[in-house]
């Protein structure tokens, strides 16, 4: 079965809205999520490392009062894209790091953002 | 810095062929690579993850090498069928964990 879940799978929401998107581990407690992005025929590019109970990593490039990162709990990180605008369309995927030996990174179905 | 690279962008085959993807790296140092799967807007499905130590990885029709050398991985699928057609995505991942993503090729399998 699924091993991280994304809620909403798909959102559309109007230019200067909020839109909060949730990451959830399944299966187990994880300390270290993930946040991408992905451009139509592009990279998936790394947007920031969530550590539970610390403030997140942003990548170079990326605008941390935009893109607003929270993981207040083992099995649950949040991604906030505050006042979205068009060029913020895009699939937001988020991933789970398992250490323990197995060292894995599990994926989430993504969500499509449309900002109108 | 490590990069990665994926060709062909796009490829078209008959059902029933037998077909190669390739990845390259500039940075040999990595400590493993992965082969994914993406269906258009999903997520991503984790096909095979050889570590820098292995050759090569087998699952069912696929088979994934590793020439860490050269810089070089492979995805192999065997008989393909339509229900193959997805963009391909390697990636690798040095000491820490964060993984460096090629762009994909797309991958359409006609009946």
């Known amino acids: 079965g699924a091993v991280v879940s994304q809620h909403p799978s798909w959102v559309i929401c109007k230019s200067g809205t909020s839109v909060k998107i949730e990451c959830r581990s399944l299966?187990?407690?994880?300390?270290?999520m993930f946040w991408y992005r992905q451009f139509p025929k592009k990279s998936l590019m790394l947007m920031a490392t969530?550590?539970?109970?610390?403030?997140?990593?942003?990548e170079q490039g990326v605008e941390k009062d935009k893109f607003l990162i929270n993981h207040a709990s083992l099995t649950l990180s949040t991604l906030t894209v505050t006042s979205a605008h068009p060029e913020d369309s895009s699939f937001y995927i988020c991933?789970?790091?398992?250490?323990?030996?197995?060292?894995?990174?599990?994926f989430g179905p993504g969500t499509r953002l449309t900002v109108l | 810095k490590q990069e990665v690279t994926q060709i062909p962008a796009a490829l078209s085959v008959p059902e029933g062929e037998n077909l190669v993807l390739n990845c390259s790296f500039t940075?040999?140092?990595?400590?493993?690579l992965q082969w994914f799967r993406q269906d258009p807007g999903k997520g991503l499905t984790s096909l095979l993850l050889?570590?820098?130590s292995q050759r090569e990885q087998t699952s069912g029709r696929l088979n994934a090498s590793l020439d860490k050398s050269s810089g070089r991985s492979t995805l192999y699928i065997a008989a393909s069928q339509p229900g193959d057609s997805a963009t391909y995505l390697c990636?690798?991942?040095?000491?820490?964990?964060?993984?460096?993503w090629g762009a994909g090729t797309k991958l359409i399998i006609k009946p």
């Open positions: 991933s789970v790091y398992r250490g323990e030996g197995i060292d894995t990174q599990y």
């Open positions: 299966d187990f407690q994880a300390t270290t």
């Open positions: 969530s550590n539970e109970g610390s403030k997140a990593t942003y």
């Open positions: 940075d040999s140092a990595i400590y493993n």
């Open positions: 050889i570590q820098s």
């Open positions: 990636a690798v991942r040095h000491s820490n964990y964060q993984l460096i």
